[in-house]
């Protein structure tokens, strides 16, 4: 007996059915073939959020909790980090390296969520202004 697909596997193989058989048969209409690419990005983007989305959420929730000393919903430490960075008249230098530090991570987890293909690999500019 094969077991039920979850809800993540079906939204991939839509994913996949629209962009190898569907995409290709609509190219020469390229207004159709772009909307239907966003579709399969935001499958794909469904799938990811439903498999990995709480141990993405969990990742950030835990780097905030370091970094603010506090345990809280992930909502709460994020609003009491905006707060901090909006009334702090000079972060010393440790604090705002952490502080990048911790939403630099965030925004590769969201990423690597999301945008999976994007790179995000410090380019060497960047690499020298974070040490």
């Not at 077991?3 to 190898?20: C, F, G, Q, V």
């Not at 159709?32 to 439903?50: S, W």
């Not at 991570?105 to 999976?116: D, F, I, Q, S």
Request: proline letters at 7%; charged letters at 35%; a negative charge.
């Amino acid at each position: 007996m094969n077991e039920k697909p979850t809800i993540p596997e079906l939204l991939r193989a839509a994913a996949l059915l629209l962009e190898e058989r569907v995409v290709e048969r609509v190219a020469a209409d390229a207004p159709l073939a772009f909307r239907l690419r966003v579709v399969t990005h935001v499958l794909e983007a469904a799938a990811a959020e439903l498999d990995e989305g709480p141990a993405v959420a969990a990742e950030r929730r835990e780097n905030l909790e370091r970094l603010l000393h506090r345990t809280a919903p992930l909502e709460v430490l994020e609003s009491m980090l905006a707060r901090r960075l909006r009334t702090a008249p000079d972060l010393d230098p440790d604090e705002d390296r952490r502080i990048r530090g911790c939403l630099l991570g965030g925004l590769r987890a969201e990423l690597r969520l999301y945008a999976p293909r994007f790179d995000t690999r410090l380019h060497p500019e960047t690499a020298r202004s974070e040490e």
